[in-house]
């Protein structure tokens, strides 16, 4: 089992930034990537960024330029830097560990922090 805590969600004015951050622990897979998904109320969860053990990187369209991922192997811990805010960022978000061995995959999963962003 993995698990995951997520810190640094919060309140800001549009234009802000967060940082997000999330550590995992228990059992590492060698091969995984950890990233960040978002879910509004009423829609669907997205992946907004994740980033591979290797340091491979991908956003969604909507976050590029603005939100940067990045991770620390050493500390098996996955950080957002979110910046320039818009209202519609407002969502909860959740931490995604996901681990390949032997052909399969294992997905594991954050309680989810709330990031509000008033305009």
């Known amino acids: 089992q993995v698990q995951l805590v997520e810190s640094g969600g919060g309140l800001v004015q549009a234009g802000g930034s967060l940082r997000l951050s999330c550590a995992a622990s228990?059992?590492?897979?060698?091969?995984?990537?950890m990233g960040w998904y978002r879910q509004a109320p009423g829609m669907q969860r997205e992946l907004v960024a994740a980033?591979?053990?290797?340091?491979?990187?991908n956003y969604a369209d909507s976050v590029k330029g603005r939100f940067t991922i990045s991770r620390d192997n050493a500390k098996n811990t996955v950080y957002l830097q979110m910046n320039s805010l818009k209202p519609e960022d407002t969502a909860d978000y959740y931490c995604?560990?996901?681990?390949?061995?032997?052909?399969?995959?294992?997905?594991?999963w954050g309680q989810g922090t709330q990031v509000t962003v008033s305009s």
């Open positions: 228990g059992i590492i897979f060698s091969i995984n990537a």
């Open positions: 995604n560990y996901r681990g390949v061995r032997l052909g399969n995959q294992y997905d594991y």
């Open positions: 980033i591979t053990s290797g340091g491979g990187a």
